[in-house]
């Protein structure tokens, strides 16, 4: 089992800045690809970024250019960041931290991300 917790929404003017951060514990060896998605009402859930173990990452293009996913492989403990810039309105909805480890999918209970206009 792969836990995950994060942290970092919260209420934002449009053209600020917030950092979101995710920390998984557990089974962390072997986790490939980590990433964000989020989920604004009424709305499937979408494909943000994503970095694998190799620290290739991959952007949606809604973000391209004002997002940053980064990730710390510590001992017991991999750290995962997204560092959002030039925040608009409509990256309004809820963001999950996502792993996965050996084809489980592991998603975290989501944080709130409001950006006012």
């Known amino acids: 089992q792969v836990q995950l917790v994060e942290s970092g929404g919260g209420l934002v003017q449009a053209g600020g800045s917030l950092t979101l951060s995710c920390e998984a514990a557990?089974?962390?060896?072997?986790?490939?690809?980590m990433g964000w998605y989020r989920q604004s009402p009424g709305k499937q859930r979408e494909l943000v970024a994503t970095?694998?173990?190799?620290?290739?990452?991959?952007?949606a293009d809604s973000v391209k250019g004002r997002f940053t996913i980064s990730r710390d492989n510590a001992k017991n403990t991999v750290y995962m960041q997204m560092q959002m810039n030039s925040l608009k309105p409509e990256d309004t909805a809820v963001y999950y931290c996502?792993?996965?480890?050996?084809?489980?999918?592991?998603w975290g209970q989501g944080t709130q991300v409001t950006v006012s206009s």
């Open positions: 970095i694998s173990n190799s620290g290739s990452t991959n952007y």
């Open positions: 557990g089974n962390i060896f072997s986790i490939n690809a």
């Open positions: 996502h792993v996965v480890r050996w084809g489980a999918e592991y």
